[in-house]
């Protein structure tokens, strides 16, 4: 198994930025895929972007893409989400989520996730 404990996340205006931070602790950090999810009151579980276990393939959410960065860093055991521009409708709960496999979007695929956390841009 792996624990993810998510941080960094906070209140923001809108054009500004936030760097998410997931800490992974348990098996072997490098042997999972990671991605990030969020989650707006009232709605389901949203891809936002995902990397594979050497960084060498990423993909992002058409809705992020251009403004968000996900990385990793094995060494360290952790994923981060550099998100700037943000917009009022990037307010949500943040979740990092780990899986052996790379290639989906789907929170069903996911078998590892953390506890979240909140994002909140004011307009």
């Known amino acids: 198994q792996v624990q993810l404990v998510e941080s960094g996340g906070g209140l923001v205006q809108a054009g500004g930025s936030l760097r998410l931070s997931c800490a992974a602790s348990?098996?072997?950090?490098?042997?999972?895929?990671m991605a990030w999810f969020r989650q707006a009151p009232g709605k389901g579980r949203e891809f936002v972007a995902q990397?594979?276990?050497?960084?060498?393939?990423?993909y992002y959410a058409d809705s992020v893409k251009g403004r968000f960065t996900i990385s990793r860093d094995n060494a360290k055991n952790t994923v981060y989400l550099q998100m700037n521009s943000l917009k009022p409708e990037d307010t949500a709960v943040y979740y990092c989520?780990?899986?052996?496999?790379?290639?989906?979007?789907?929170?069903?695929?996911?078998?590892?996730w953390g506890q979240g956390t909140q994002v909140t841009v004011s307009s």
């Open positions: 989520a780990a899986r052996t496999i790379y290639g989906s979007t789907s929170a069903y695929d996911y078998d590892y």
């Open positions: 990397i594979n276990r050497s960084s060498g393939i990423i």
């Open positions: 348990g098996r072997t950090f490098s042997g999972y895929t």
